[in-house]
């Protein structure tokens, strides 16, 4: 039995700053509503307010680092924490998938990780979590947890087998650059901008679109264009430094029936996925990357994603490559997804049913832009031009293929997306079919497959013939 222990002290300091980083909305809110009626209240009463609010988290800070410990016991890792309700969770050493850790600048200061604990039912959060211990620590739990029971010269022969089964991948700095380049995070950094202004609007009672609408339309067309183009070059500058930070350093490594995986210049992560936790393979060609050469691959990860963003439950692989290095990366590493597809495309009738819908909606929306924005809507309409080119392209791109094992999906949305899936991994397979697909002898097919979320991932193709749709349904249920 092992003696219970505590997380390093700059854990008071990490958790302060996550508790002020969450209050920190609600207390500008609070902050400016006192500004306002400044008359009613004493001068330092914001002041005062900001430091009670420090105090508090300061204090919690502690108490959160004082009531968490940890301990290895029998087969069992136990982590106990909770400062008004106590909250033990036993971990069985056998249902741990990976044991992964990260880094920022303060663990970095002092030689501390964060250790995060993934099991098979986990979701998207992890199972465990210690927020800062040392590397030495570290490494004894990662020992623990992937101790063996056998011993001797069998132990020898399997650590002989994994020095054998060994591949790596590093990411260049040249390819660094043209991933964060081509990486289309702009679209995630409007969305923030929107997130930001919505809550500005209310804070502030300042309609932020009316004020830029008002403040362009003073302009000339000359500088509104000059506007737009500084502001889309702008995001897209951040959206390349969040892509740098992120997968800097970025390196793959196959050891054994396991991958590592190491990257970011911030915060280090390390982390560790077990082959027979990826469900899916997928490959991605973005509208940036795909005329290039250029791909992504990632990977759905059963029992929570051990790189995921928070949209998404796709671990990245890595982050660039051409497309005729794809086939050596998937020998070395994922040899089981290592297939020659015979896609089975959705027929030339079916090009109506894929440019319908989305053109009917893009074709209403600049209707309602240029009756409310006049001239400047009239901007939107090579945006219909647009849709139906990405219509096209869907059509042309969409098909199935499946061989003995292996199911192979491909759709398009923005980005091209090319899913392997073994037959043993999906958990749900649909085919469907309304009423004019009926007419035109058309299917959808629908899979999904265990991930970090609750519902997993779920996959499709549209409007395929309606015999390849029954088709797949057969080589499903092994009825082909």
């Known amino acids: 039995m092992s003696e219970p222990k505590r997380m390093h002290p700059i854990s008071i300091v990490l958790r302060t700053l996550k508790l002020i980083k969450d209050a920190i909305v609600p207390l500008a809110i609070a902050f400016i509503a006192l500004?306002?009626?400044?008359?009613?209240?004493?001068?330092?009463?914001?002041?005062?307010?900001?430091?009670?609010?420090?105090?508090?988290?300061?204090?919690?800070?502690?108490?959160?680092?004082?009531?968490?410990?940890?301990r290895m016991e029998e087969d069992e890792l136990r982590i106990e924490s909770g400062i008004f309700v106590r909250k033990k969770r036993y971990i069985s050493r056998h249902r741990i998938h990976s044991v992964n850790t990260s880094a920022n600048i303060l663990h970095r200061l002092f030689g501390l990780v964060k250790l995060e604990v993934q099991t098979a039912g986990g979701g998207k959060e992890a199972e465990g979590m210690i927020p800062a211990l040392s590397k030495l620590d570290a490494a004894d739990i990662q020992q623990f947890v992937k101790r063996k029971e056998n011993i001797g010269l069998q132990e020898d022969t399997e650590n002989e087998q994994i020095r054998e089964e060994w591949a790596s991948y590093r990411l260049s700095f040249r390819r660094l650059?043209?991933?964060?380049?081509?990486?289309?995070?702009?679209?995630?950094?409007?969305g923030f901008l929107f997130a930001i202004t919505q809550q500005a609007d209310e804070v502030v009672n300042i309609?932020?679109?009316?004020?830029?609408?008002?403040?362009?339309?003073?302009?000339?067309?000359?500088?509104s264009i000059l506007f737009v183009i500084g502001s889309l070059a702008l995001t897209w500058m951040v959206a390349m430094v969040g892509t740098i930070l992120k997968y800097c350093f970025f390196e793959i490594t196959k050891q054994g029936n396991e991958l590592f995986i190491r990257r970011g210049l911030l915060e280090k992560r390390e982390m560790t996925i077990p082959l027979h936790r990826i469900q899916a393979l997928k490959i991605e060609e973005n509208i940036f990357r795909q005329p290039f050469g250029l791909l992504a691959v990632s990977a759905e990860i059963a029992g929570g994603a051990t790189d995921a963003d928070k949209h998404s439950f796709s671990t990245v692989l890595f982050p660039l490559m051409k497309k005729s290095e794809l086939s050596a990366f998937l020998v070395e590493l994922l040899p089981e997804f290592v297939v020659e597809p015979s896609f089975r495309k959705p027929p030339k009738r079916a090009l109506l049913r894929y440019l319908f819908l989305p053109s009917i909606i893009t074709v209403l929306i600049t209707g309602v832009l240029i009756y409310s924005f006049g001239g400047y809507g009239l901007?939107?309409?090579?945006?219909?031009?647009?849709?139906?080119?990405?219509?096209?392209?869907?059509?042309?791109?969409?098909g199935v293929s499946w061989t003995t094992d292996i199911l192979m999906m491909r759709y398009r949305e923005l980005t091209r997306v090319t899913v392997h899936v073994n037959r043993k991994k999906v958990q749900a397979f649909y085919g469907s079919q309304?009423?004019?697909?009926?007419?035109?002898?058309?299917?959808?097919?629908?899979?999904?497959?265990?991930?970090?979320g609750a519902k997993g991932s779920r996959f499709?193709?549209?409007?395929?013939?309606?015999?390849?749709?029954?088709?797949?349904?057969?080589?499903?249920?092994?009825?082909?």
Do not use: C
């Not at 004020?211 to 067309?221: G, I, K, M, R």
């Not at 959808?444 to 970090?452: F, N, W």
């Not at 499709?460 to 082909?480: I, M, T």
């Open 207 to 223: 309609n932020i679109y009316s004020f830029a609408y008002d403040w362009l339309s003073e302009q000339s067309l000359l500088l």
């Open 379 to 398: 901007f939107a309409i090579p945006f219909i031009l647009l849709t139906i080119i990405f219509s096209i392209l869907s059509h042309r791109d969409a």
């Open 35 to 70: 500004l306002r009626d400044m008359t009613k209240l004493f001068w330092w009463s914001p002041f005062a307010l900001v430091g009670v609010i420090l105090l508090l988290s300061g204090l919690f800070g502690f108490l959160y680092w004082y009531r968490f410990t940890y």
């Open 177 to 190: 650059l043209v991933a964060a380049a081509t990486s289309g995070g702009t679209g995630v950094i409007f």
């Open 434 to 452: 309304h009423y004019f697909q009926s007419k035109k002898q058309l299917g959808t097919l629908k899979i999904a497959v265990a991930s970090g």
């Open 460 to 480: 499709k193709v549209k409007h395929l013939e309606e015999h390849d749709a029954e088709d797949a349904s057969d080589w499903y249920s092994f009825r082909s």
